[in-house]
């Protein structure tokens, strides 16, 4: 297979570093995308009114909970003819976030007490400067304080305030290895104490509490509801002497949304009125399994496909189902890259290296959405493409991770195949990927949306 040249300093990843600073909770990572597609031309349209089918249309869906985002160019032809092309990865990433008390008062200081959202490495947590990002609602209330009802819905009118500390105002500070000294051997890292953040020295929490809203612009003191989530503070950078790898928070999987994303504007650009519906979902709460309102495992991408393939004018009549059988779905999510100082943690025939080209994922016991046939079909998208494929299968004596492939492809029954870019230190604080398989990836990604080479 044929590889492709290398450039110097790949500029893909300098704009994917700074989308990635801003995309710092799922709702962040959604809002930095919009700004993407709006400067190219897509307009965002309201999930409970009318979707365009006019071919040509770019658009986009933001799930109403804000956190999931599905963005369309409209082909030529109806979807039940052609199928959907589609690109799926997820925007929540294994973190910390408030618990519904977060105030604590200990040993002299004010805390945050935290709740994890999945498997995060949590010693990458400690030490580290953090900030807070995430939304706040608060019920509306007339002048003499009782809750406002909206007069349609008969629900509680609520404000939604998105709101991002990128300051460090917290720190979970470690034991020192004086107090524990055999850490290094065993060092468990017990969730329930061990990872509340310290924001504030003194015992007065509530004063601390109008303090961190003061730097938020938000009343916390005053919220009824919120999604508050603690945020690594440091900048993704460019790391290694010759800056071919990136190390951040949140590569897992905003590396794999920022490419959809790109693949998606730079179609359009290559390509303006599409044969084919070209399709990027970004869904939340993968990393919890998919099964929230949102999430990939939710009725929102059939919802919408089918709506767009029941008025696309071309379909005339035709069962909007039917538009799955031609439908294909890149599912893209990390990967994991041999490490260099545990190289024997991969079968030897099934190692990704960083910066050698994207990654095919299988497994047999179906945690992986890929088969011999969508196999084959990203190979004929690489070759196309000009981009080396590595293949990736867990050894058989480890538990293989899963994404969000075999839910889709369930859900929608359609084909799809599993694919990443390889990377280290996957759920860590601070992870680390190679600037150069960005870029394979959104060249195969492209190819896959344009449909030829
Ligand atoms: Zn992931």
């Not at 002048?143 to 305030?161: D, N, S």
């Not at 007065?204 to 999604?227: H, R, T, W, Y």
């Not at 590569?251 to 790109?262: F, I, P, Q, R, T």
């Not at 960083?354 to 004929?380: F, M, P, W």
């Amino acid at each position: 297979m044929s590889k492709k040249s290398k450039t110097l300093r790949p500029v893909a990843a300098d704009r994917y570093v700074e989308w990635l600073h801003q995309a710092c909770t799922p709702q962040h990572a959604v809002m930095a995308c919009i700004q993407e597609l709006q400067a190219a031309g897509f307009t965002e349209r309201d999930y409970a009114g009318d979707l365009p089918t006019t071919p040509g249309e770019r658009l986009f869906v933001v799930h109403p909970d804000g956190k999931s985002l599905i963005s369309l160019v409209i082909g030529e032809r109806s979807p039940c003819a052609t199928g959907y092309a589609i690109v799926g990865a997820h925007t929540d990433s294994p973190d910390l976030r408030l618990r519904l008390n977060p105030l604590l008062a200990a040993a002299g200081t004010t805390q945050l007490a935290t709740q994890f959202h999945g498997g995060l490495i949590r010693r990458s947590w400690l030490d580290r400067p953090l900030g807070l990002a995430g939304s706040v609602f608060q019920v509306v209330r007339n002048k003499r304080g009782v809750p406002q009802f909206h007069p349609l819905t008969g629900q509680p009118l609520l404000t939604r305030q998105l709101l991002r500390i990128d300051e460090p105002i917290a720190i979970i500070p470690d034991l020192a290895i004086h107090l524990d000294r055999e850490k290094n051997d065993k060092g468990a890292i017990n969730p329930q104490n061990a990872l509340n953040a310290v924001f504030a020295t003194g015992p007065e929490p509530e004063a601390m509490l109008k303090l961190l809203s003061a730097k938020a612009g938000v009343a916390l003191d005053a919220a009824d509801g919120f999604d508050l989530h603690l945020v690594p503070l440091q900048k993704p950078l460019r790391t290694g002497v010759d800056g071919s790898l990136v190390t951040g928070a949140r590569h897992d999987d905003l590396a794999m949304v920022w490419c959809g994303l790109d693949a998606l504007v730079q179609s359009v650009h290559t390509e303006p009125a599409p044969v084919r519906t070209r399709v990027a979902a970004f869904f939340d709460a993968e990393e919890t399994g998919s099964t929230t309102a949102s999430g990939a495992a939710s009725s929102f991408l059939r919802d919408v496909l089918i709506r767009i393939a029941r008025r696309h004018p071309d379909s005339h009549g035709q069962d909007p189902e039917s538009a799955f059988a031609q439908t294909v779905c890149l599912s893209a999510d990390m990967a994991h890259a041999q490490h260099p100082n545990f190289p024997d943690m991969h079968d030897k025939n099934h190692a990704p290296l960083i910066n050698q080209g994207i990654v095919l994922k299988s497994n047999t016991a179906d945690r992986y959405a890929t088969t011999g046939e969508t196999a084959a079909l990203l190979a004929g998208l690489c070759e196309a493409a000009r981009v080396p494929l590595q293949a990736f299968v867990t050894r058989q004596d480890l538990a293989c991770g899963t994404t969000i492939g075999p839910i889709v492809a369930a859900s929608l029954a359609v084909r799809t195949v599993d694919l990443g870019c390889p990377m280290w230190a996957m759920h860590s604080a601070a992870e680390t990927l190679g600037a150069h398989d960005l870029e394979s990836m959104v060249a195969v990604m492209q190819t896959f949306f344009v449909g030829k080479a």
